[in-house]
């Protein structure tokens, strides 16, 4: 990836934002700020709103979008998108044409490397480099973006479904490049994997009780966003249980230490604990 100059340190600053399409209100009052080499994991189910979100962020939404709130960008923002739309290719162009714009040298790492030579990097053989991109199959022309892509010298990366319908070899070129672009990065993807080896923060679409939509943040990756939730609709039942009345039962023997070192291991764990059990009853 094309490491541009830094950007400003302070990237993004949202506030209050509210974004409504056709009446349905996507995203209620989020309210944030993006700082240089954050990297931040959007997840959602389809038609919540994600690609809408960050189009708002990067000042690049669509009329029929209704936008409130303020959006301030920071300085010195070079933006590289890789897209789930995929519209950024010359289709009557060769695959050269696209990635070089022309040229038969590129910039890669500082050095000046030939068109020819950087494209079988990303298995496009000369015959096949000099084919219109029409003619090409889905998967190649993602590898096309690709290459065009990393080029870029971009300080913001953002990836909308990066991954989908990419074969492992141009999965493994991403991966790699995102790994060691040291910018900020926007990422939406439903590839938990790909997800957790690149964000150290996630957005999460939720609904409040009106059905708008909303935003919440969550500190790490996807696996410990999970880890979050979980404790936080345990704590939510807990606050919303109907009235108890909290009876002991009869509580099993505890196994002396020295017999559970014989019991196979999935029972070690069962034993161990004390069993100290409620019975709950409903006073209704
Ligand atoms: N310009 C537009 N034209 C038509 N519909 C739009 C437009 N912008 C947003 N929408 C609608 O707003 C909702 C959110 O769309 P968006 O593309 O942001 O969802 P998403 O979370 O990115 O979904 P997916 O996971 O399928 O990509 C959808 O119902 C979509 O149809
Ligand atoms: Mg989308």
């Known amino acids: ?24 209100v996507l995203v209620d009052d989020f309210t944030t700020t993006i700082m240089r080499g954050d990297k931040i994991g959007i997840v959602g189910p389809n038609g919540a709103g994600k690609t809408t979100l960050i189009k708002a962020l990067l000042d690049m939404s669509d009329d029929e979008v209704t936008k409130t709130g303020s959006v301030e960008l920071g300085t010195n923002l070079k ?57 090409l199959s889905g998967g190649e022309r993602n590898r096309v973006l690709l290459a065009k892509q990393l080029l870029k010298p971009a300080n913001i990366l953002v990836l909308d479904e990066p991954t989908n319908d990419l074969d492992m070899a141009t999965l493994e070129l991403l991966e790699e490049s995102v790994a060691s672009f040291g910018g900020t990065i926007l990422l939406i993807s439903h590839d938990r994997s790909f997800m957790d080896n690149v964000v150290t923060s996630t957005w999460v679409f939720d609904q409040d009780e009106d059905g708008k939509g909303i935003v919440k943040e969550y500190v790490g990756g996807y696996q410990e966003y999970l880890v979050q939730k979980n404790r936080e609709q345990a704590a939510h039942a807990l606050e919303h249980q109907p009235i108890m009345q909290i009876l002991p039962v009869k509580l099993p023997i505890r196994q002396p230490q020295q017999n559970l070192t014989k019991l196979p291991k999935s029972s070690t764990s069962m034993n161990s604990v004390n069993w100290t059990i409620y019975q709950k009853k409903s006073l209704h």
């Open 1 to 24: 990836m094309g490491q541009g100059e830094k950007s400003g340190k302070l990237v993004c600053k949202v506030k209050n934002l509210h974004l409504e399409y056709d009446g349905n």
């Open 79 to 135: 933006i590289a998108f890789f897209d789930q739309l995929r519209d950024q290719l010359d289709l009557e162009a060769s695959v050269a044409q696209n990635v070089s714009e022309g040229s038969d040298f590129v910039e890669v790492g500082g050095r000046k490397t030939h068109i020819m030579s950087y494209l079988q990097d990303f298995l496009f053989a000369p015959e096949r480099a000099r084919t219109p991109v029409k003619a």
